[in-house]
């Protein structure tokens, strides 16, 4: 009798094991053709370094550093390096912005300080739209407050 039932138990135990390994090896075939595939890139688009994180349902599922974070000081990339992205971020900026316009959560013709309220005084007339359109006659902030440099968030 307890035999009977440990035989199910034992081949569920195997089949989920085995479920397992396979997803651990698939997943293993994965990063070894990402790892693959951006050390080529780096070498084929003369790029010094980058810093990678892949996220599938909300989790990540791998952080890699490829190549040197400062080629001068020979300082490799660890997943956590941190690189300036310089205009990429605009084009996935835009995009949640326009979800949310979508929405009827954000006006293209809001007020920025709506959504800031520390924005400076000289502000006040500068809309969403101005900031998508790169018409709000900001000046670079960056450069401005850091000396080129990253800003502290």
């Given amino acids: 009798m307890k035999t009977s039932r440990l035989?199910?138990?034992?081949?569920?135990?195997?089949?989920?094991?085995?479920?397992?390994?396979?997803?651990?090896?698939?997943?293993?075939?994965?990063?070894?053709?990402?790892?693959?595939?951006?050390?080529?890139?780096?070498?084929?688009?003369?790029?010094p370094g980058v810093a990678l994180g892949v996220m599938r349902e909300a989790r990540l599922v791998k952080a890699?550093?490829?190549?040197?974070?400062?080629?001068?000081l020979g300082v490799a990339a660890k997943p956590e390096s941190i690189f300036q992205t310089g205009s990429v971020g605009k084009q996935f900026t835009a995009t949640a912005?326009?979800?949310?316009?979508?929405?009827?959560r954000v006006g293209l013709d809001d007020k920025i300080n709506k959504y800031f309220a520390n924005a400076p005084a000289g502000w006040k007339d500068i809309t969403?739209?101005?900031?998508?359109?790169?018409?709000?006659?900001?000046?670079?902030?960056t450069s401005e407050k850091t000396g080129g440099g990253a800003i502290s968030l």
């Fill in 128 to 141: 969403v739209r101005h900031l998508l359109t790169h018409t709000s006659g900001i000046p670079d902030y």
């Fill in 7 to 47: 035989i199910p138990a034992v081949w569920l135990f195997v089949a989920l094991a085995a479920a397992a390994v396979g997803q651990t090896t698939q997943a293993e075939q994965v990063s070894g053709k990402v790892d693959a595939f951006v050390t080529s890139e780096l070498r084929v688009q003369h790029v």
């Fill in 64 to 72: 890699a550093g490829y190549g040197m974070a400062n080629v001068e």
């Fill in 97 to 104: 912005v326009m979800m949310l316009v979508e929405e009827g």
